[in-house]
């Protein structure tokens, strides 16, 4: 079983950045994506960034050039850094894995871009 933890979230006034961070645990023998998804109130759960295995990064549309995702130097972390951050961004953000032919999702850390 694999657990993912998220940190990071928080409130923030529009233009302003986050780091989100996500720590996969657990039997993993091959990891092969880690990624960030978010849902806002009434709106179905969409791709924010995801990076295989191989370093292929896929980013939503709505956040390219403003969200850069990125592996951390321990094993099986994964970090979003948010930049330029807009009201829109506003949402639960959960990390998610692809490990040993099965999907894992994170709790959620809550996201708010407000003035």
């Known amino acids: 079983q694999v657990q993912l933890v998220e940190s990071g979230g928080g409130l923030v006034p529009p233009g302003g950045s986050l780091r989100l961070s996500c720590a996969a645990s657990g039997t993993i023998v091959s990891m092969y994506a880690m990624g960030w998804y978010r849902q806002a109130p009434g709106k179905q759960r969409e791709l924010v960034a995801v990076i295989s295995s191989g370093s292929n990064i896929n980013y939503g549309d709505s956040v390219k050039g403003r969200f850069t995702i990125s592996r951390g130097n321990a094993k099986n972390t994964v970090y979003l850094q948010m930049n330029s951050l807009e009201p829109e961004d506003t949402a639960i953000y959960y990390c998610?894995?692809?490990?040993?032919?099965?999907?894992?999702w994170g709790q959620g850390t809550q996201v708010t871009v407000s003035s």
């Open positions: 998610h894995a692809e490990a040993d032919r099965s999907g894992y």
